[in-house]
């Protein structure tokens, strides 16, 4: 069967990690002098949220899988005698992942596997929720028996009906963010606005780039709106897969308390729509915020 192989950003939940035994490209989370690898373990999730590590007092700094961290993935499963490999990253605008996977794949291929190993490398387009949802359309394709060219071809078409959205709590601390990796997309003045008005965002992230959608006044209006966006889209019969994929950057299960939640839980069970949810990435969180949530649908409009 095919090997899939994901990022840290990706918002897959655990027990599919687990099940599928698929290995996770660890973006690199610098805390002061301190640096590791990200590796979705959820006792490390929970750490960093439960301490408020993620937050404006905190210089904390994200990175891409490096080269060599993934190419020493890749050469692990080929000892395993894995020879056909999709390996799916966070979107290449914002992270030099998909270029350090590519450069990997290179490497593997060019020192002893002799064109027996066939690696795929595809960018997603996408972030944290929408790479979830993503991946767990790629499992449904390796389930049916396709190969890995197949599969990388469909995930490449399928991913341009991936819509993925957050509620964004702090505006500002979104921005501060930004200009530590040298984004400037939010000026000061409308951060500052922002926090002074209480807006708050609903960002989406699309195949062709983020918008922001909707902005709302107060954040349970905000996530209310987020979660209504998609229980409509369900009742409307709109979704490509009965799926839809939702994240927060904090504990799992303050997820049931948030403005909203029940209504799309509601909108699902009538409509058989299976959600699945799960802790946001470390990158998700230290870049949009904690306590932000996100969800992403496969439709033909956003």
């Known amino acids: 069967m095919v090997q899939l ?3 840290s950003g990706c918002d897959l939940p655990d027990e599919f990690l687990r099940k599928f035994s698929i290995p996770v490209l660890p973006h ?8 590791f690898g990200d590796q979705r373990n959820p006792a490390q999730m929970a750490h960093f949220y439960t301490l408020s590590l993620v937050d404006r007092s905190h210089q904390i700094v994200t990175g ?6 993934i190419e020493n993935t890749l050469r692990g499963l080929v000892q395993k005698g894995q020879t056909d490999i999709v390996v799916q990253t966070i979107n290449a605008a914002n992270s030099p992942t998909y270029a350090n996977a590519v450069a990997a794949a290179e490497n593997l291929a060019a020192h002893g596997t002799n064109g027996s190993v066939q690696v795929h490398t595809v960018d997603t387009h996408s972030l944290f929720s ?3 949802l993503l991946a767990l359309y790629t499992l449904s394709l390796i389930r049916r028996g396709l190969d890995g060219a197949q599969v990388a071809t469909r995930t490449e078409e399928f991913r341009r009906k991936v819509h993925g959205y957050a509620a964004i709590r702090d ?7 930004a200009r530590s990796k040298n984004e400037n997309s939010i000026s000061w003045l409308k951060a500052m606005a922002a926090r002074l008005l209480k807006l708050n965002p609903i960002l989406s992230m699309h195949h062709e780039g983020s918008t922001v959608t909707n902005t709302l006044r ?3 209006r905000c996530t209310e709106a987020l979660f209504r966006l998609a229980a409509d889209k369900i009742r409307g019969g709109e979704l490509l897969m009965p799926i839809v994929m939702v994240s927060i950057a904090g504990k799992l299960e303050d997820l049931e308390k948030v403005p909203g939640y029940q209504l799309l839980k509601t ?3 009538e409509n058989d729509v299976k959600i699945y949810h799960s802790v946001m990435s470390l990158s998700g969180g230290i870049n949009l915020g904690p306590g932000t949530v996100a969800l992403a649908l496969a439709a033909d409009k956003p």
């Open 218 to 220: 107060g954040y349970d």
């Open 171 to 177: 505006v500002y601390y979104v921005r501060e963010r």
């Open 267 to 269: 909108a699902a069970a």
């Open 28 to 35: 690199t989370v610098s805390v002061g002098k301190d640096v």
């Open 64 to 69: 891409p899988a490096p080269t060599a961290e």
């Open 130 to 132: 929408g790479q979830g």
């Open 5 to 7: 192989v994901v990022d």
